[in-house]
């Protein structure tokens, strides 16, 4: 059974920096496309970064290009996204997600909610200013 738990999540004033981690277990990792989509209140869920699974592929939501960085680290099963330049309407639930690989180089194919299998129970994000 494939599980994810992030991490990192917390309270940081505007400008500031976090860096959030997803651990992934019950799955050969470096076989997943992983995904961080974002939920705040009211709103519908929202991709924000997405890597291939060789990490050679990344992708990002024009909102957040510049300031954040998605990373993976196979030999951890861990995925990272580092939050910089944290603005308040960064502000939300954040959520790891999963799949297994696709080997394709399509934008849209890592954008969207119904592209992952696996999503972990998010952690919050509050950037105040």
């Known amino acids: 059974q494939v599980q994810l738990v992030e991490s990192g999540g917390g309270l940081v004033q505007a400008g500031g920096s976090l860096r959030l981690s997803c651990a992934v277990s019950g799955a050969t990792f470096r076989s997943y496309d992983m995904g961080w989509f974002r939920q705040a209140p009211g709103k519908e869920r929202e991709f924000v970064a997405a890597?291939?699974?060789?990490?050679?592929?990344?992708y990002y939501a024009d909102s957040v290009k510049g300031r954040l960085t998605i990373s993976r680290e196979n030999a951890k099963n861990t995925v990272y996204l580092q939050m910089n330049s944290l603005k308040p309407e960064d502000t939300a639930v954040y959520y790891c997600?999963?799949?297994?690989?696709?080997?394709?180089?399509?934008?849209?194919?890592?954008?969207?909610?119904?592209?992952?299998?696996?999503w972990g129970r998010g952690t919050q994000v509050t950037v105040s200013s």
């Open positions: 997600a999963a799949r297994r690989q696709i080997y394709t180089s399509n934008t849209s194919a890592y954008t969207g909610v119904g592209n992952y299998n696996y």
């Open positions: 890597i291939g699974w060789s990490g050679g592929g990344t």
